[in-house]
């Protein structure tokens, strides 16, 4: 298990330089947010391929059918996979614009604290989960933090810091469907197929808005530095990550693991202080800390409803 717990939390590492390495590119080149979101799902798309082939060759010997080169799903698999899809997409764009406009800490600590606070409360009306007083009081207290976040920001405000915000909120809103609609998903999809449908999905939503926008003009303004960053973010937190987390998830409990995840926004609050620069303030801390603490408990609470609720039946 400690293996396991250590994997996940050296993903969450891997994962929190994205927006780190996104930051220098925006600063250094015209690359825009939506065209760096598009070649990150392109740099991943074809080592998912070889992941999904592998699942669809292991299953396709334990059954004795023959090999196939794309997975068979039902329509409803594929609805499900789609909206997966689609949520990606928004959510790699809404995020990277959020980091390009107010910075990789504020913005992965808005955008990845509050979905799992916004997940245990969506599950009562939704998935029929009672809620718990420890659920309410974590979703005021991340309420709380997200506001002292803002307010530590508010010395810098002006329209584009605020819209900055508004996209990280997006961000949150949209992974919290993600989430929601991965815990409707009883498709029982192979993960590295999901994964590979999903990023075609958004890859194939994300292609229009950057050719209309022009994005794929702002190419020219990227040197051999700036290219290795883009392969980076595709190959290193997003296929290597991915990789680790499921490896390190088929030993460690949820509880725990959900818990563990939650070192990634705490993580680029250290990495974008140490080298962009960011600094959070003293309410901006206080609001982190509350944030995340929040997210620790509305996660454990959720997974531990969950597990009461499965052995009642």
Known sequence: MIRGALLIAFTSLLWGTTSIVAKFLFAD?????LTLGL?????????????????LDRAAKASGER???????????????ASLG????????????????????????????LPPVMVAI???????????LVTVIALLAAIAGTGMLVASDIDTAGSFRLAGILMA???????????????????????FTTAFVCFLVAALLLLPPVWLSGGFADLASLGLKQWLMVIYIGVVPTCLGYVCFFTGMKTTPATLASIIVTLEPLFVALLAWLILGEI?????IAGAIILTLAVIVASASSRTASTGKEDTN
Do not use: H
């Not at 080149?29 to 947010?33: G, R």
């Not at 799902?41 to 699942?55: I, Q, S, T, Y």
């Not at 009306?125 to 009672?130: A, F, Q, S, T």
């Open 29 to 33: 080149t015209d690359l825009q947010p």
């Open 39 to 55: 070649l990150r799902l392109v740099v991943a798309l074809p080592f998912f391929w070889l992941l999904m082939k592998g699942e």
């Open 67 to 81: 090999k196939r080169l794309w997975p068979k799903l039902t329509t409803r698999g594929l609805l499900v996979l």
């Open 86 to 113: 689609l949520f990606q997409a928004f959510y790699q764009g809404s995020y990277l614009m959020a980091v390009d406009m107010i910075g990789a800490g504020i913005a992965t600590l808005i955008a990845l604290c």
């Open 122 to 132: 969506l599950a009562t009306p939704l998935l029929g989960e009672k809620p718990r």
């Open 169 to 191: 909120l997006l961000a949150a809103t949209v992974y919290t469907g993600f989430n929601m609609t991965s815990r409707y998903n009883s498709a029982g999809t192979p993960v």
């Open 280 to 284: 959070l303030g003293v309410i901006g």
